[in-house]
């Protein structure tokens, strides 16, 4: 939505001064298509704002909004700070082993969600069960697909991000402070456009089998949100359908619904590990 304010103008101006200007050396040697000529950098990535993320909404008055690319690209920094931007990009569908009938079956699902899945009408996907089996590189390959799309994806590496989120509301509530630290972490993952749960759950669970109740009240708070918003998720998680329903019935239920048809569940089986393969003579 285009915006007037003063700060925003600020802030946005100054980032894609900086971007312009970086643009403009890098780009020289490009043809009006961005592609590279006489040694060149490499081609522009959006027509539309010329790689600076920002475009004029109205000349006369000098007024800025973001891109369409803004959120996607911001999406690729963060991955690249976290030092999983290139494993990212390697994971794609074409590479992804069929080991057995449920790599395949989930490989499958995972071609038809891709191909029947457009900017406008995103849903949820999920991948449950057996360890070993390519789960999470089913989910990243989708989640460059999407992104190749121009839709923001944000990475949720679970048993990480848990953490720094509990550990954050301690700190809130025990302070009370005004800075709304976990309320600024948890924002994110409750609006970006497609969020990728990776090990849902994982080390959630104590020696009596009982899920820890603040885990799971921020994940029922984030895809609450999300369910109420409608703002869809890709899952991978090592629980099967019915273990994560005896952890909270109410987040089991709201999940499967958000799958539907999305949904694949393997059968708990060594065998299938890839990575134990060698040691099982699988």
Not at 36 to 46: D, L, T, W
Not at 236 to 242: C, D, F, M, P
Request: proline residues 3%; aromatic residues 6%; charged residues 30%.
């Amino acid at each position: 939505m285009d915006t007037t304010a003063p700060e925003l103008h600020t802030r946005l101006l100054a980032e894609s001064l900086a971007r312009l200007w970086e643009g403009i050396q890098t780009n020289c040697g490009k043809d009006s298509s961005g592609k590279a000529i006489n040694g060149g950098a490499k081609p522009i990535e959006c027509p539309i704002c010329g790689d600076t993320e920002c475009v004029i909404a109205d000349r006369e008055r000098n007024i800025w909004r973001p891109c369409k690319c803004q959120e996607v690209k911001r999406q690729r920094r963060i991955l690249a700070r976290c030092g999983l931007s290139e494993a990212f990009r390697r994971k794609t569908l074409e590479n992804y082993e069929e080991r057995n009938e449920h790599a395949a079956a989930m490989k499958g699902m995972a071609c038809d969600y891709a191909a029947n899945t457009t900017g406008g009408a995103l849903k949820s996907i999920g991948f449950f069960g057996q360890s070993g089996i390519g789960k999470t590189h089913l989910s990243i390959a989708l989640a460059n697909i999407l992104m190749q799309k121009g839709i923001a994806v944000l990475y949720m590496p679970y048993v990480e991000k848990i953490k720094e989120l509990k550990d954050l509301n301690r700190l809130q509530s025990r302070h009370d402070v005004e800075d709304a630290c976990y309320d600024k972490a948890i924002a994110p993952l409750k609006t970006v456009r497609v969020l990728m749960i990776d090990d849902l759950f994982k080390r959630s669970e104590d020696r009596y089998n009982q899920a820890n109740p603040a885990d799971v009240r921020i994940m029922f708070e984030i895809l609450n949100d999300r369910y109420l918003k409608g703002l869809p998720v890709i899952v991978s998680s090592e629980l099967t359908l019915t273990e994560i329903i005896r952890i909270d019935e109410a987040f089991g239920g709201r999940l499967i619904e958000m799958c539907g048809e999305y949904c694949y569940e393997a059968e708990k089986d060594q065998r299938l590990n890839y990575r134990l393969k060698d040691v099982l003579g699988g």
